[in-house]
């Protein structure tokens, strides 16, 4: 696959083809296009839907009129990496310890076990944990249209009643961690699975999938079939090179529980499968100068994953149907 590609483009910072092998073995090596995945059987564990409308009847007035929001207000709808949705934070003193221990099975439900663990350090780290963190309810439990947010540096989580509007997660989310330091940012393997990709291009593919600057870091709007994706077409890639992508995809979805990760693959599916994304890396905000590229792009009609991750980690993602 790199056969034609000089030495002089060759990365020092880590063996990303060892790396992207290792990373890729702890992610089900089974298609993500064929796989499906298991829903927990017979309730054992409630979902995170449930809990939310649990949370919600627990409300009294003076808290919902703090957190409640109808569905369609604006907020649902905005992409920053460090705001809050609302005045109400977890740990404030008007919720209580159940209300509290409900937030925390929510966030716990709607990710992976090691993301739980990942995103849970990463609130620890950037703003002291997750009692500092803010979230809303829209809608209201048990009808077709509601959802849980939570907001704050760094973060926006979601958990979503709604499946009318093919948007997988509910719609944008965002994560990321203030360290600076490659070896000690939490998502910095991301980067090294999506390097992984950029090694296994030869010289002409690597011209046409690096890019000088990147497009502005909350522009993840959805383009449709009629977009303009920058970067190298997946389509354009060898299967082997295709293989690759879709392991980055799975190490990308790995923090999100499976019934997101289902979603997401059904909506890719609808527009057209792997072939439909392109992949993008700038040159711009290199750390080190060392060609591993920090700043990287997915996109195709119905998904985009801009990762900054220069100085610090900001990732947006946006999966869904452009209406």
Do not use: C
Not at 46 to 69: C, D, F, H, M, N
Request: net charge negative; aromatic share 10%.
């Amino acid at each position: 696959m790199n056969k034609n590609r000089p030495d002089d483009q060759r990365v020092a910072r880590r063996d990303f083809v060892k790396l992207g092998s290792a990373v890729a073995a702890g992610v089900a090596s089974a298609s993500l296009f064929d796989a499906r995945f298991a829903h927990a059987a017979g309730g054992s564990k409630p979902s995170a839907e449930t809990i939310v409308g649990e949370l919600y009847a627990s409300l009294s007035e003076k808290q919902k009129a703090a957190v409640w929001r109808p569905y369609d207000h604006a907020d649902r709808r905005k992409i920053n990496p460090n705001w809050h949705v609302t005045d109400a934070f977890v740990g404030d003193s008007m919720f209580s310890k159940q209300q509290k221990t409900l937030i925390d099975q929510i966030v716990r439900q709607i990710t992976s076990q090691d993301g739980y663990q990942r995103l849970l350090k990463q609130m620890d780290d950037d703003d002291g944990g997750i009692d500092n963190y803010s979230f809303a309810l829209f809608g209201e439990p048990g009808t077709e249209q509601f959802q849980f947010e939570m907001t704050g540096r760094h973060l926006t989580m979601r958990a979503d009643g709604n499946q009318a509007d093919k948007a997988a997660f509910g719609g944008p989310l965002v994560y990321g961690h203030g360290e600076e330091s490659p070896a000690h940012n939490l998502f910095f393997y991301q980067t090294q699975q999506a390097n992984v990709v950029f090694q296994a291009l030869d010289a002409d593919q690597a011209k046409q999938a690096l890019k000088k600057k990147a497009p502005r870091e909350t522009a993840v709007q959805l383009q449709g079939a009629s977009g303009n994706f920058p970067g190298i077409a997946v389509s354009k890639l060898s299967s082997d090179q295709k293989e690759l992508v879709e392991s980055t995809l799975k190490v990308l979805l790995a923090p999100y529980r499976e019934q997101d990760v289902d979603e997401v693959m059904s909506i890719l599916k609808g527009s057209g499968g792997l072939d439909q994304l392109s992949m993008a890396f700038y040159q711009e905000q290199d750390l080190d100068d060392d060609r591993v590229w920090d700043v990287w792009r997915v996109e195709g009609p119905s998904l985009v994953w801009h990762f900054r991750g220069a100085p610090h980690v900001h990732a947006y993602i946006n999966i869904g149907v452009k209406s």
